[in-house]
């Protein structure tokens, strides 16, 4: 068997953090300091919450200015997505 190298390597969903579930999507967090925030992400995803919209519609019942977007690069082995707490990118200072 020949050992896996940066080309021949295969994303497991292991490798993302997520054991076997092959269907949650990577999650990129902004503002990552905003516990809450970060927890209730993340737990709608575990949750089984599996569309961009549909974490963007329950995260607005807290976070009214909560964003979505899922990111499409061709080729890429999972998906990810973005997620905006004030709908856009801030800093990584707390206010």
């Known amino acids: ?22 269907d949650r999507p990577l999650l990129i967090l902004n503002p990552r300091y905003d516990q809450r925030f970060v927890a209730r992400a993340q737990y709608l995803i575990a949750a089984g919450t599996g ?3 549909r974490l963007q519609e329950l995260l607005r019942k807290e976070f009214p200015r909560a964003v979505v977007r899922p990111r499409t690069l061709s080729g890429e082995p999972g998906a990810v997505w ?12 707390e206010d």
Do not use: F, K
């Not at 050992?3 to 490798?15: A, G, L, N, Q």
């Not at 973005?82 to 200072?93: K, L």
């Open 51 to 53: 569309l961009p919209e």
């Open 82 to 93: 973005y997620v905006y707490r004030e709908g856009h990118w801030v800093s990584g200072a």
């Open 1 to 22: 068997m020949i050992p896996p190298t940066p080309r021949t390597r295969v994303w497991t969903p292991r490798d993302r953090g997520y054991g076997d579930h092959v």
